[in-house]
């Protein structure tokens, strides 16, 4: 007897439901997030709702698809959707960036494209954090290397922002324009190289290249040094180093750095440098205590 062989399309996990449609991750997720809608949020009735949420139609009209092919794609008949219609109904069930990319991960198997969201303040906790590291300074940085917080140790050893702008508090623009952040530099056109080539990389992962073309502008026409640099489309990832600064009070001293991504902030990173020797802690300790004095 012969057994014709059908090649499975689905995917991996989809089982199949009583009605005879397929329960896939997709459909499930969609149908859990659209239940738990609050009707009156958007305006809508509660009258004559047999289950909790909004309704298949309501959905696929806030997203601008049809009621048909949206209760397609809950049951698993609706095949891949497009970027562009994932997109669409993320906006529709109100999701998180979090649920949105799951929803993407899911659909398409893929993360959505990054969407770059400006932003200039921290939560308070994340603040506590910086805080909570008396002798190591750090700081947190969005995308665009704007400065949005630091701890005490940052301004007495790296720069006091909250003497600068909101407008000049930022590492690129101070690495390149400010003669205080260049002298302090060990190996200045080593560093300014590093920092250029990992800019580029943060700026493309973020989605923010647009945003930064008046900053390019700028320091390309400050700085021969930059634009030759940006020229060159080096691209590098912070990893961790040592770090050696002077310092007009104490000499040089070595900091070890290292960066870290912010759980759920994909647009923030902190920055931390430990002191390298029990003598360099006594040294941020000292810039500290003459800090302090002079406010």
């Known amino acids: 007897m012969l057994v014709k ?9 989809n089982r199949m439901s009583a009605a005879g449609t397929q329960i896939t991750p997709l459909g499930e997720y969609l149908k859990d997030r659209r239940s738990k809608l609050d009707p009156t949020a958007f305006g809508l009735s509660l009258k004559r709702r047999r289950t909790p949420g ?51 991960l899911i659909g398409l198997g893929h993360p959505p494209d990054v969407r770059y969201r400006e932003t200039d303040s921290i939560s308070p906790r994340l603040q506590r954090i910086l805080d909570a590291m008396p002798l190591s300074p750090a700081l947190v940085k969005n995308a665009t290397w704007d400065v949005l917080a630091w701890n005490e140790a940052a301004a007495a050893l790296l720069t006091d922002y909250a003497e600068l702008p909101p407008e000049r508090r930022n590492i690129l623009r101070l690495m390149f324009t400010s003669q205080r952040t260049i ?14 080539a990992v800019f580029r990389g943060d700026v493309a992962r ?16 400050a700085s021969p040094v930059f634009a030759k640099l940006w020229q060159s489309n080096d691209v590098q ?26 759980d759920g902030r994909p647009d923030l990173s902190m920055m931390i440098y ?19 004095k002079k406010r």
């Open 54 to 104: 909004l309704r298949r139609e309501e959905v696929a009209q806030r997203a601008s698809v049809s009621a048909t092919w949206y209760t397609w794609l809950e049951q698993g008949r609706g095949g891949a959707p497009s970027a562009d219609v994932l997109d669409r109904i993320s906006r529709a069930l109100m999701l998180t960036d979090v649920e949105r990319e799951h929803l993407f």
């Open 5 to 13: 062989i059908r090649r499975y399309t689905g995917i991996i996990g």
């Open 237 to 262: 990832t912070h990893g961790e180093g040592t770090k050696h600064l002077r310092n007009p009070q104490s000499g040089t001293v070595a900091m070890e750095f290292s960066t870290f991504a912010v």
């Open 183 to 196: 002298d302090a530099q060990m190996h200045w056109e080593h560093v300014a190289r590093y920092v250029v």
């Open 274 to 292: 430990n002191p390298a020797t029990p003598q360099d802690a006594k040294i941020i300790a000292g810039l500290i205590k003459a800090h302090r």
């Open 206 to 221: 973020a989605g923010a290249s647009e945003r930064v073309k008046a900053l390019v502008a700028e320091l390309s026409a």
